[in-house]
């Protein structure tokens, strides 16, 4: 079993090589459907396997149809990777869609959507809170306190 130095090793070759092949390996049009990039490689223990994290950009049709692209093209890919990378056997790959980008994004126009209904309501998030109130007038209170003991 490899350590854990060398499975980040071969999951950042794995990576590097993959992002090359979508540039300008795979000639399968269904990958240029959307635009592709890799976002992670998990390599198991024994190095027999990789999981290869793919995110997407564009409508969902395209997303779909780069995703057939991207499994029909996995025999391609684990060549070309055993002829790039040189290890005693070449893993088996599997790609998986990674919509965290996606996600995130929904989140930061979510909450961007929340400051603007506030500030449209005339409510905006005070920083003057009863809470902050009561810990400057107990941080007064202490300064009082400090001055009387010297």
């Not at 592709?36 to 395209?62: C, M, N, P, R, W």
């Not at 979510?110 to 009863?130: H, I, N, T, V, Y």
């Amino acid at each position: 079993m490899a350590n854990d130095r060398r499975m980040a090793r071969v999951a950042s070759l794995i990576k590097r090589e993959v992002s090359q092949m979508l540039m300008d390996g795979i000639k399968d049009d269904r990958v240029g459907a959307g635009m592709v990039s890799v976002t992670d490689v998990d390599v198991s223990g024994d190095l027999q396997h990789a999981k290869i994290f793919v995110s997407v950009y564009g409508t969902e049709e395209a997303r779909a149809e780069t995703m057939t692209g991207l499994k029909a093209a996995t025999g391609f890919v684990r060549s070309e990777l055993g002829k790039r990378i040189r290890l005693r056997r070449t893993p088996e790959i599997l790609f998986k869609e990674d919509r965290s980008v996606e996600r995130g994004t929904r989140v930061l126009s979510l909450l961007s959507q929340l400051d603007q209904e506030r500030a449209e309501k005339g409510d905006p998030l005070e920083p003057e809170s009863d809470y902050q109130a009561d810990l400057e007038e107990g941080a007064a209170e202490a300064d009082l306190f400090s001055d009387e003991e010297e």
